[in-house]
């Protein structure tokens, strides 16, 4: 018993006696792409200032949140003039090839290829672009610097040109058009702290919907070309421990946009209404014991101003929100979205991971020119439980390929396999 409170005290003691030394030097290990210089101005833990234990996990948990960074850690060296801290640093291989695989809504073979490097120069800038050829081909590049200015304010740019045949969801039936949006993004993207971020931008869009079917609704427009620019801001708020392939905690990321029309067709007028599109997405993981990952994402939008508008902004679709309804099935004006999943790892060897997961998609929209009370009704309500499998690289950023089948609960229900890169959620 003696020798338990010995030890006790003097690991208090020792405890005690580093936060009051000051801290001499700053070192970092593993560094191979990453640039020393833009770690530096990262941390906030600073030479020639008492240690703070606090702080430098917050640094570890901050540096593991960067796209370059697979894993970090940190070691102590306590000398005559103070304490050495160093960042034991595990980069991420970070250019990274994508390709998505569908069936388009006319059943042709659908596909998007792209590439990005999410450690551009050293610093974590993002760079890349992308195929796709959906009925039609559309294309993109993307460039942002989070922290071209300072460790809080970057900036960002995407040109995207995209073509793809659209159901468009009338009264009277669905049909399809050709639509084509051009659209010039800047934004300016803010780092508050350690958990908080924002961004401000605007999107310049050019719209045009062909109408590509036979027999014409009556009344409908068979084109439709319009301006708008977006008006966007966002804030997200983060408190994750990331451990590869595992999470643990929250994150919070809210979306608001104000879509104004600045010129159209007369035909267009009664569809393309200036409007509000609002949506929230609060993500939930827990570790379970050693080896398992509960993942729960809610998602809450709305748009006001359009709500009679065949042409609403929030689409029921495979990729977004419920996994094996089909690409594009229908849009709404609202939504409600709980995404939950299990996540198990069965095999883990160095740097190779299989994981398997079982989950419910679970979602409920609002169409057209229906009162807020038709989410709750169950009307427009689609449940789909499902299972699938992840391949997992843990040294490359992102490197989840996914594979997953939800199974259809209710009438007219539909089964399908869903493909792609990156966790789902």
């Given at each position: 018993m003696?020798?338990?409170?010995?030890?006790?005290?003097f690991?208090?003691g020792?405890?005690?006696?580093?936060?009051?030394?000051k801290i001499?030097?700053?070192?970092?290990s593993?560094?191979?792409?990453?640039?020393?210089?833009?770690?530096?101005?990262?941390?906030?833990?600073?030479?020639n200032?008492?240690?703070?234990?606090?702080?430098?996990?917050?640094?570890?948990?901050r540096l593991?949140?960067l796209?370059?960074?697979?894993?970090?850690?940190?070691?102590?060296?306590k000398k005559p003039?103070?304490i050495?801290?160093?960042?034991l640093?595990?980069e991420?291989?970070t250019?990274?090839?994508?390709?998505r695989?569908?069936?388009?809504?006319?059943?042709?073979?659908?596909?998007?290829?792209?590439?990005?490097?999410f450690?551009?120069?050293?610093?974590?800038?993002?760079?890349?672009g992308?195929?796709e050829?959906?009925?039609?081909n559309s294309?993109?590049a993307?460039?942002?610097?989070?922290?071209?200015?300072?460790?809080k304010?970057?900036?960002?740019?995407?040109?995207?040109?995209?073509?793809?045949?659209?159901p468009?969801?009338?009264?009277?039936?669905?049909?399809?058009y050709?639509?084509?949006?051009?659209?010039f993004e800047?934004?300016?993207l803010?780092?508050?702290?350690f958990?908080?971020e924002?961004?401000?931008?605007?999107?310049?869009v050019?719209?045009?919907?062909n109408?590509?079917?036979?027999n014409?609704?009556?009344?409908?427009?068979?084109?439709l070309?319009?301006d708008?620019?977006?008006?966007k801001?966002?804030?997200?708020?983060v408190?994750?421990?990331?451990?590869?392939?595992?999470?643990?905690?929250?994150?919070?990321?809210?979306?608001?946009?104000?879509?104004?029309?600045?010129?159209?067709?007369?035909s267009?007028?009664?569809?393309?209404?200036?409007?509000?599109?609002?949506?929230?997405?609060?993500?939930?993981?827990?570790?379970?014991?050693?080896?398992?990952?509960?993942?729960?994402r809610?998602?809450?939008?709305?748009?006001?101003?359009?709500?009679?508008?065949?042409?609403?902004?929030?689409?029921l679709?495979?990729?977004?929100n419920?996994?094996?309804?089909?690409n594009?099935?229908?849009?709404?004006?609202?939504?409600i979205?709980?995404?939950?999943?299990?996540?198990?790892?069965?095999?883990?060897k160095?740097?190779?991971?299989?994981?398997?997961?079982?989950?419910?998609d679970?979602?409920?929209?609002?169409?057209?020119?229906?009162?807020?009370?038709?989410?709750?009704?169950?009307?427009?309500?689609k449940?789909?439980?499902g299972?699938?499998?992840?391949?997992?690289h843990?040294r490359?950023f992102?490197?989840?390929?996914?594979?997953?089948?939800?199974?259809?609960?209710?009438?007219?229900?539909?089964?399908?396999?869903?493909?792609?890169?990156?966790?789902?959620f």
């Open positions: 003696k020798k338990i409170f010995f030890l006790c005290f690991s208090i020792v405890l005690l006696y580093s936060q009051n030394q001499s030097e700053i070192q970092f593993g560094l191979k792409k990453t640039k020393e210089t833009f770690l530096r101005r990262l941390i906030k833990v600073k030479t200032v008492p240690y703070d234990s606090v702080l430098v996990v917050k640094d570890i948990e593991k949140r796209p370059g960074i697979a894993n970090a850690d940190f070691s102590l060296e003039e103070g050495i801290v160093n960042y640093i595990e991420n291989f250019i990274i090839p994508g390709l695989i569908a069936t388009a809504n006319d059943g042709s073979f659908a596909y998007r290829v792209s590439v990005f490097e450690n551009f120069l050293g610093n974590n800038q993002i760079i890349g992308f195929y050829k959906n009925v039609f294309y993109g993307f460039w942002e610097h989070p922290f071209l200015f300072s460790d304010v970057g900036i960002g740019f995407n040109y995207q040109n995209v073509t793809t045949q659209e468009v969801f009338f009264q009277e039936g669905d049909k399809d050709r639509f084509n949006s051009e659209m800047g934004k300016f803010f780092s508050f702290d958990n908080n924002a961004e401000l931008g605007a999107v310049y050019k719209e045009a919907y109408f590509e079917a036979e014409p609704i009556p009344d409908k427009p068979l084109s070309n319009a708008k620019l977006i008006y801001a966002g804030y997200r708020y408190d994750l421990d990331i451990n590869y392939q595992y999470l643990d905690g929250i994150s919070s990321e809210f979306t608001g946009q104000y879509i104004q029309f600045l010129n159209g067709d007369e267009g007028n009664e569809f393309l209404n200036s409007f509000f599109s609002l949506r929230n997405d609060f993500i939930y993981y827990k570790k379970v014991k050693e080896k398992g990952n509960w993942a729960s809610l998602r809450l939008a709305a748009a006001f101003g359009n709500e009679d508008s065949p042409f609403a902004p929030f689409t679709d495979n990729q977004l419920v996994r094996g309804v089909g594009t099935v229908d849009r709404g004006t609202a939504a979205v709980l995404n939950t999943e299990y996540r198990h790892t069965f095999y883990e160095g740097w190779f991971v299989v994981q398997g997961n079982a989950f419910i679970a979602g409920s929209w609002r169409t057209p020119g229906e009162n807020f009370s038709q989410l709750f009704e169950g009307s427009a309500t449940f789909y439980p299972i699938g499998f992840r391949l997992i843990k490359i992102n490197a989840v390929f996914r594979l997953d089948y939800g199974f259809g609960i209710g009438s007219n229900a539909t089964n399908g396999i869903v493909f792609g890169i990156g966790q789902y």
